[in-house]
């Protein structure tokens, strides 16, 4: 079985071609970060006009990578939501236009439900039940995972996702968009202990999370100290480590309740290489283990969109060629396998 996935929920533009016996077969993706940079941030509408651009040629290029045709397709899966209405309707259209030119079951995919699954597409992938992490510019989630579909909320942001903050606090330094990788970076210079922020409810036995007064501490800190580079490094560094703490320290507490020995990340700031090494250390202290996905599958993709389709396609829930968005789409609300 061999599915194409399309991935338009934001600002990047994802093919991917998943096959159940052979595993990926193409892997096609063009970022807009040119289009967005002059702007500080994402603007929805050149974002949606971008996947227009975008996506047809991509979806050439995959089936040129993986030396196929649509003939050797079994199913469409594109992105249906969490996102920005105007990029999801984009893959969701190209994505039924194509499934009713070609007859072929069309598939809408979460594609929160995609980053959490992302680390089956490892070697060595996680097994049922576990805690996963969600954490990216516009979530920050703790779910317990029994199986696919059964996912239950412990606990998320009361107000900015932890990627949200990161490239707030990066546009306050000076960095250009997308700032959470490029403060990352420079927060391998920092020093240790000129700058110590705030680590919000983590004293708190609920395992939701609050970035909102971590940030305005460090904004007012950006405010009041000196703009030179080393400044700048101390406070990148300060703020990664507040921020990779109180992840650390919810998801402990997420596994001592739920009992769960395995711990899954995904998500953009998955990638952030103190988080892993953090939690990794952690999960290994707990006798468990923690579970990611590549750095390239942790970020939007078409891939994990065409591996979480394939495994909806399995269990017939597709969308009988009806357009079907949802910029806002709990996990919690999807159905169970």
Same mark, same amino acid.
Request: charged share 15%.
């Given at each position: 079985m061999r599915i194409l996935g399309i991935e338009t929920s934001c600002d990047d533009t994802g093919i991917g071609i998943y096959d159940n016996k052979k595993?990926?077969?193409?892997?096609?993706?063009?970022?807009?970060?040119?289009?967005?940079?002059?702007?500080?941030?994402?603007?929805?509408?050149?974002?949606?006009?971008?996947?227009?651009?975008k996506v047809i040629p991509l979806i050439q290029a995959a089936f040129k990578e %993986?030396? #196929?045709? @649509?003939?050797?397709?079994?199913?469409?899966?594109?992105?249906? +939501?969490? $996102?920005?209405?105007?990029? *999801?309707?984009?893959g969701a259209s190209i994505g039924q236009?194509?499934?009713?030119?070609?007859?072929?079951?069309?598939?809408?995919?979460?594609?929160?439900?995609?980053?959490?699954?992302?680390?089956?597409?490892?070697?060595?992938?996680?097994?049922?039940?576990?805690? %996963?992490? #969600?954490? @990216?510019?516009?979530?920050?989630?703790?779910?317990?995972?029994? +199986?696919? $579909?059964?996912?239950?909320? *412990?606990?998320?942001?009361?107000d900015d996702a932890a990627g949200e903050?990161?490239?707030?606090?990066?546009?306050?330094?000076?960095?250009?968009?997308?700032?959470?990788?490029?403060?990352?970076?420079i927060a391998k210079y920092g020093h240790t202990g000129r700058f110590i922020f705030?680590?919000?409810?983590?004293?708190?036995?609920?395992?939701?999370?609050?970035?909102? +007064?971590?940030?305005t501490s460090v904004a007012k800190t950006i405010l009041s100290n000196p703009k030179d580079n080393q400044t700048r490094y101390d406070i990148a560094l300060a703020l990664e480590d507040a921020i990779v703490d109180i992840l650390v320290i919810k998801c402990k507490r997420a596994l001592e309740q739920t009992g769960f020995k395995y711990l899954v990340m995904g998500g953009g700031v998955s990638a952030n290489n103190k988080l892993r090494d953090q939690l990794t250390i952690m999960m290994k202290n707990r006798n468990g283990k923690a579970f990611y996905a590549r750095p390239e599958f942790c970020t939007?993709?078409?891939?994990?969109?065409?591996?979480?389709?394939?495994?909806?396609?399995?269990?017939?829930?597709n969308s009988n060629l009806i357009i079907y968005v949802r910029p806002r789409w709990p996990l919690m609300e999807l159905p169970a396998m």
């Open positions: 595993g990926i077969l193409a892997n096609q993706l063009y970022s807009q970060i040119k289009t967005h940079i002059d702007y500080g941030g994402i603007v929805p509408e050149l974002a949606s006009r971008d996947h227009i651009r %993986a030396n #196929l045709t @649509s003939k050797d397709i079994d199913g469409i899966a594109y992105t249906a +939501g969490p $996102g920005l209405i105007g990029s *999801l309707l984009v236009a194509l499934a009713f030119a070609w007859d072929l079951p069309a598939i809408p995919v979460n594609h929160m439900e995609g980053h959490l699954l992302a680390p089956m597409l490892e070697d060595n992938p996680p097994i049922f039940p576990f805690v %996963a992490l #969600l954490v @990216s510019g516009g979530h920050t989630q703790l779910i317990s995972v029994t +199986g696919m $579909g059964q996912y239950k909320l *412990l606990g998320e942001s009361l903050t990161f490239d707030k606090i990066a546009k306050l330094l000076g960095l250009e968009y997308p700032g959470g990788s490029m403060l990352a970076k705030p680590r919000p409810m983590i004293d708190s036995p609920e395992l939701n999370f609050s970035f909102s +007064g971590l940030k939007d993709n078409g891939v994990i969109i065409s591996y979480t389709g394939m495994l909806r396609f399995k269990c017939n829930i």
